[in-house]
C-alpha cells in the first residue's frame, strides 16, 4: 500500500511541477496567436493605403530639377 501511495504522489508531483512551466508555454502560443491572429486573417480593405513605391532614376532626377 505504501509504494502504491508513493506512485500516487510522485505522478501528482510530477505534474504539478510540469504544470507552471508547460503553462507558460501555453501563454506564450496564445499570446502571439492573439497579437498576430488578426493580421493574418482579415482580408485587406479594398481602401487600405498602398505600400510606397521606389521612383525611378527618371522620376529622382525629375524631382530635384523641378
Same mark, same amino acid.
Given at each position: 500500500? !505504501?509504494?502504491?501511495?508513493?506512485?500516487?504522489? %510522485?505522478?501528482?508531483?510530477?505534474?504539478? !511541477?510540469?504544470?507552471?512551466?508547460? #503553462?507558460?508555454?501555453? !501563454? #506564450?502560443?496564445?499570446?502571439?496567436?492573439?497579437?498576430? !491572429?488578426? %493580421?493574418?486573417?482579415?482580408?485587406?480593405?479594398?481602401?487600405?493605403?498602398?505600400?510606397?513605391?521606389?521612383?525611378?532614376?527618371?522620376?529622382?532626377? %525629375?524631382?530635384?530639377?523641378?
Amino acid at each position: 500500500m !505504501g509504494t502504491a501511495w508513493n506512485a500516487v504522489t %510522485a505522478v501528482i508531483a510530477t505534474v504539478m !511541477g510540469l504544470a507552471p512551466h508547460v #503553462l507558460h508555454h501555453v !501563454g #506564450l502560443f496564445a499570446g502571439a496567436a492573439f497579437v498576430i !491572429g488578426p %493580421a493574418i486573417s482579415n482580408p485587406e480593405p479594398a481602401d487600405a493605403p498602398r505600400p510606397a513605391r521606389t521612383p525611378s532614376p527618371v522620376e529622382h532626377s %525629375a524631382h530635384h530639377t523641378g
